[in-house]
């Protein structure tokens, strides 16, 4: 089997030991454990993580409890990238001074939207632009939740949070998600890739070319969150696949630049009237629930033009033509 | 004391004599920002590593919070690793500082100790590292660049016995020694890489009951900086403080390790007393102030006067004991600052000196002389200037305004 090419099968995946254990504290419901869960699925040998503070650090490792089968560091909230750099030095020099006898350790860095798009951003582009040979995991659910959902860079255009608070006269956050995904793919980095834990397989396959390529490696997921959502805690997996359906989430990649649509966006590219309206998306979640009254329907449009606009562009830096009139 | 081993003399300032000493002590990892006056310090290691000199990974990093993260992470693979920096970059570091300490990764670092903005100034005062005084660093300050590059080799083996397993800082005086050229004895390679030999790893027990050493390996995983509440943070704090504790006796076991090696000796390597056996009058202070203290207290001697100096090498841990020991006959002392803590009556070194000597016998008068901040120069007639106020303290039995500047337009 060959991970990287797609070719394995779940029962691949369900014989690989679990590096990442049960018996961790995250909510019920949430998606990122399934996300961490699958990228360490997709390890090729030796792997050592290190993890932002976040959600997924405090919930795996209340001392003196762990959830990790792997070797794996936390020191702070900002220090993902500058945490994968050390890593790796230190595994290079030792390595070639014959301290270390693995021929290959692989680093990963998970970490979450707070981490990544606000206070992780400088360690993170430093890391990428020193070359540092490490797979980063952003496990997005759009906002600070391990605090208690507050709005950060990676939350969408008018979603209430308790710091972007829907009230009498602002509606929600009045600004839109960093690109983040994009702003990666301006490092001229080797690979930058976008996931959704319900195309699980197609996870897998990113978090392996990831780990494989040389360089600097960038996998933005999507990561439902019922808590600071307001949705269903059974809903997260299939929330992650309408995020994709509506494309609100697309999924590609950009291998040396070269962008290229994942399978379940692809198909949507090739027929348009697949792609359905994100009202369908928001309405599932209370965080958008004050949208859908007459006086802030216009955000819903709004909503529905820049996921437009931004799927147009992706198409285009896809090479592929956008519809002439897009079907919303 | 005579030298056990051969030593060239070399024309180095203090930042160079770090890069020399990081080279020789055969760092693994060294990741670093730069900043003035540490830069010489990154320059002179980027040349080692251009021209090959060295076997280093060498990480310039973005900022000197990524700097201390880096080491730090390097550190937890098992990496001897290095950083400098001063000032500004020091309190971008602050956090950073307590994780590596809590995470016990013996990273040691140069500081070219620099005042701290606003306003913005580049030059030498003890204001960067004294604020980290409790972000559980050990901490040393040399005088000269001599012992700038012993401290630096000492280092090393003070962070990482196991014994300890805490971070250490060596400071140096932001262009005073940083930027200054002095002969300075170096020993050859091959003796330096036996007395720091290689990274020695202390022993953990893992869930299994396993006895495996304490770093990020595959073969063993183990989850380091993990979430610790109530429950259980406390426990680590305290074992903290423990080793800190331990740190008093290593630092001066190693102190004599060295000189018997090099025949140099700083004190006990936690304080250096100066005339002071049978000095009434004494200052205390730290860093490159007390080479002009030395001077002048050769001055006073010889006009009969019985002046004398401690000089603080070691802060962190701070050896109480022996401070209240070495000053029991004195009878009036002044404490020289080279930073201010703002509405705490003094300098840090003034506190926990006066501190110190609560509970000796007979306690002397005790003035702070706060000075050289933002670099300000301070002359042998200053310094001349304190004994003499020292002297009418102890006549008068009076001390009439506690803290004092030194040098200051008023």
Request: charged content about 20%; some cysteine.
């Given at each position: 089997?060959?991970?990287?090419?797609?070719?394995?099968?779940?029962?691949?995946?369900?014989?690989?030991?679990?590096?990442?254990?049960?018996?961790?504290?995250?909510?019920?419901?949430?998606?990122?454990?399934?996300?961490?869960?699958?990228?360490?699925?997709?390890?090729?040998?030796?792997?050592?993580?290190?993890?932002?503070?976040?959600?997924?650090?405090?919930?795996?490792?209340?001392?003196?409890?762990?959830?990790?089968?792997?070797?794996?560091?936390?020191?702070?909230?900002?220090?993902?990238?500058?945490?994968?750099?050390?890593?790796?030095?230190?595994?290079?020099?030792?390595?070639?001074?014959?301290?270390?006898?693995?021929?290959?350790?692989?680093?990963?860095?998970?970490?979450?939207?707070?981490?990544?798009?606000?206070?992780?951003?400088?360690?993170?582009?430093?890391?990428?632009?020193?070359?540092?040979?490490?797979?980063?995991?952003?496990?997005?659910?759009?906002?600070?939740?391990?605090?208690?959902?507050?709005?950060?860079?990676?939350?969408?255009?008018?979603?209430?949070?308790?710091?972007?608070?829907?009230?009498?006269?602002?509606?929600?956050?009045?600004?839109r998600k960093k690109p983040i995904a994009d702003i990666m793919v301006a490092?001229e980095?080797?690979?930058v890739a976008t996931?959704?834990?319900?195309?699980?397989?197609?996870?897998?396959?990113?978090?392996?070319?990831?780990?494989?390529?040389?360089?600097?490696?960038?996998?933005h997921?999507?990561?439902?969150?019922?808590?600071?959502?307001?949705?269903?805690?059974?809903?997260?997996?299939?929330?992650?696949?309408?995020?994709v359906?509506t494309c609100i989430f697309p999924l590609w990649e950009a291998v040396n630049g070269e962008f290229q649509l994942s399978i379940p966006s692809k198909v949507i590219a090739l027929a348009p009237q697949k792609k359905?309206?994100v009202?369908?998306?928001?309405?599932?979640?209370?965080?958008?629930?004050?949208?859908?009254?007459?006086?802030?329907?216009?955000?819903?449009?709004?909503?529905q033009k820049q996921t437009d606009r931004s799927w147009n562009k992706l198409l285009k830096k896809c090479g592929m033509t956008p519809p002439a009139k897009t079907a919303a | 004391?005579?030298?056990?081993?051969?030593?060239?003399?070399?024309?180095?300032?203090?930042?160079?004599?770090?890069?020399?000493?990081?080279?020789?002590?055969?760092?693994?990892?060294?990741?670093?920002?730069?900043?003035?006056?540490?830069?010489?310090?990154?320059?002179?290691?980027?040349?080692?590593?251009?021209?090959?000199?060295?076997?280093?990974?060498?990480?310039?990093?973005?900022?000197?919070?990524?700097?201390?993260?880096?080491?730090?992470?390097?550190?937890?693979?098992?990496?001897?690793?290095?950083?400098?920096?001063?000032?500004?970059?020091?309190?971008?570091?602050?956090?950073?500082?307590?994780?590596?300490?809590?995470?016990?990764?013996?990273?040691?670092?140069?500081?070219?100790?620099?005042?701290?903005?606003?306003?913005?100034?580049?030059?030498?005062?003890?204001?960067?590292?004294?604020?980290?005084?409790?972000?559980?660093?050990?901490?040393?300050?040399?005088?000269?660049?001599?012992?700038?590059?012993?401290?630096?080799?000492?280092?090393?083996?003070?962070?990482?016995?196991?014994?300890?397993?805490?971070?250490?800082?060596?400071?140096?005086?932001?262009?005073?020694?940083?930027?200054?050229?002095?002969?300075?004895?170096?020993?050859?390679?091959?003796?330096?890489?036996?007395?720091?030999?290689?990274?020695?790893?202390?022993?953990?027990?893992?869930?299994?009951?396993?006895?495996?050493?304490?770093?990020?390996?595959?073969?063993?995983?183990?989850?380091?900086?993990?979430?610790?509440?109530?429950?259980?943070?406390?426990?680590?704090?305290?074992?903290?403080?423990?080793?800190?504790?331990?740190?008093?006796?290593?630092?001066?076991?190693?102190?004599?390790?060295?000189?018997?090696?090099?025949?140099?000796?700083?004190?006990?390597?936690?304080?250096?007393?100066?005339?002071?056996?049978?000095?009434?009058?004494?200052?205390?202070?730290?860093?490159?102030?007390?080479?002009?203290?030395?001077?002048?207290?050769?001055?006073?001697?010889?006009?009969?006067?019985?002046?004398?100096?401690?000089?603080?090498?070691?802060?962190?841990?701070?050896?109480?004991?022996?401070?209240?020991?070495?000053?029991?006959?004195?009878?009036?002392?002044?404490?020289?600052?080279?930073?201010?803590?703002?509405?705490?009556?003094?300098?840090?070194?003034?506190?926990?000196?006066?501190?110190?000597?609560?509970?000796?016998?007979?306690?002397?008068?005790?003035?702070?002389?706060?000075?050289?901040?933002?670099?300000?120069?301070?002359?042998?007639?200053?310094?001349?200037?304190?004994?003499?106020?020292?002297?009418?303290?102890?006549?008068?039995?009076?001390?009439?305004?506690?803290?004092?500047?030194?040098?200051?337009?008023?």
């Amino acid at each position: 089997m060959s991970f990287a090419e797609g070719k394995f099968t779940a029962k691949d995946i369900a014989e690989k030991p679990e590096l990442f254990l049960s018996g961790h504290r995250a909510c019920a419901g949430c998606a990122a454990p399934t996300v961490l869960r699958l990228v360490m699925k997709a390890t090729r040998g030796p792997t050592i993580v290190t993890n932002a503070t976040g959600c997924m650090e405090v919930s795996s490792t209340i001392y003196p409890y762990t959830s990790w089968a792997t070797p794996w560091l936390h020191t702070a909230f900002e220090t993902a990238g500058s945490n994968a750099s050390g890593i790796e030095a230190a595994l290079k020099i030792l390595r070639k001074k014959g301290r270390i006898k693995d021929e290959q350790v692989d680093v990963i860095a998970f970490a979450g939207d707070g981490g990544t798009y606000d206070i992780g951003i400088q360690a993170l582009s430093g890391a990428v632009e020193r070359g540092h040979d490490f797979l980063y995991v952003l496990y997005d659910n759009e906002a600070y939740m391990n605090t208690g959902i507050q709005r950060s860079g990676g939350t969408p255009l008018g979603a209430s949070t308790t710091t972007s608070q829907a009230g009498s006269v602002v509606p929600g956050k009045t600004e839109r998600k960093k690109p983040i995904a994009d702003i990666m793919v301006a490092h001229e980095m080797p690979y930058v890739a976008t996931a959704a834990p319900y195309y699980w397989k197609d996870l897998i396959q990113k978090a392996r070319k990831g780990i494989e390529v040389n360089g600097p490696a960038f996998l933005h997921v999507y990561a439902p969150c019922p808590r600071g959502w307001r949705s269903d805690t059974s809903k997260s997996i299939e929330l992650s696949r309408l995020a994709v359906e509506t494309c609100i989430f697309p999924l590609w990649e950009a291998v040396n630049g070269e962008f290229q649509l994942s399978i379940p966006s692809k198909v949507i590219a090739l027929a348009p009237q697949k792609k359905k309206p994100v009202k369908g998306y928001l309405q599932t979640q209370g965080r958008f629930r004050h949208l859908f009254t007459p006086k802030n329907e216009k955000i819903l449009d709004e909503i529905q033009k820049q996921t437009d606009r931004s799927w147009n562009k992706l198409l285009k830096k896809c090479g592929m033509t956008p519809p002439a009139k897009t079907a919303a | 004391m005579k030298s056990a081993v051969k030593q060239e003399v070399h024309g180095l300032n203090g930042d160079e004599a770090v890069a020399l000493a990081v080279k020789q002590a055969d760092v693994d990892v060294v990741a670093a920002y730069p900043i003035t006056p540490q830069t010489i310090i990154v320059e002179k290691f980027s040349e080692y590593v251009a021209s090959g000199e060295v076997n280093t990974e060498y990480v310039c990093t973005e900022s000197e919070h990524s700097a201390m993260a880096a080491c730090l992470a390097a550190s937890a693979v098992g990496a001897r690793t290095f950083t400098a920096t001063a000032s500004a970059g020091m309190a971008l570091m602050h956090e950073m500082l307590f994780v590596t300490s809590g995470c016990r990764a013996p990273v040691v670092m140069a500081v070219a100790n620099r005042a701290l903005s606003a306003p913005l100034n580049i030059h030498g005062d003890h204001s960067d590292s004294m604020a980290e005084r409790d972000s559980g660093w050990i901490q040393m300050y040399a005088e000269n660049a001599q012992e700038v590059y012993d401290s630096m080799l000492q280092a090393f083996r003070i962070a990482e016995h196991l014994d300890v397993q805490l971070p250490v800082m060596v400071g140096l005086d932001g262009f005073t020694l940083s930027h200054t050229l002095e002969n300075v004895q170096v020993m050859l390679d091959d003796v330096v890489s036996r007395f720091v030999g290689t990274r020695q790893l202390p022993n953990v027990v893992t869930h299994e009951g396993k006895t495996v050493p304490y770093k990020l390996d595959p073969a063993n995983p183990m989850t380091m900086g993990p979430v610790a509440l109530q429950n259980y943070y406390f426990e680590f704090k305290r074992q903290q403080e423990e080793a800190m504790q331990n740190a008093l006796r290593i630092i001066q076991q190693i102190h004599d390790e060295y000189a018997e090696l090099t025949g140099r000796r700083y004190g006990d390597g936690l304080l250096e007393q100066y005339q002071l056996d049978d000095a009434e009058i004494a200052i205390v202070c730290a860093g490159s102030t007390a080479g002009t203290v030395k001077t002048v207290i050769d001055d006073l001697r010889a006009g009969g006067i019985k002046a004398g100096l401690l000089r603080i090498r070691t802060f962190r841990p701070f050896p109480a004991i022996q401070i209240a020991k070495s000053l029991e006959k004195a009878k009036a002392v002044a404490v020289m600052d080279k930073s201010i803590s703002f509405g705490g009556n003094g300098g840090a070194l003034f506190h926990e000196t006066r501190h110190a000597l609560y509970d000796a016998h007979t306690r002397p008068y005790m003035v702070n002389y706060v000075y050289g901040l933002g670099g300000r120069d301070v002359s042998p007639s200053q310094i001349r200037g304190i004994y003499e106020d020292l002297r009418k303290i102890m006549q008068t039995k009076h001390v009439d305004e506690l803290v004092k500047y030194v040098g200051l337009r008023e």
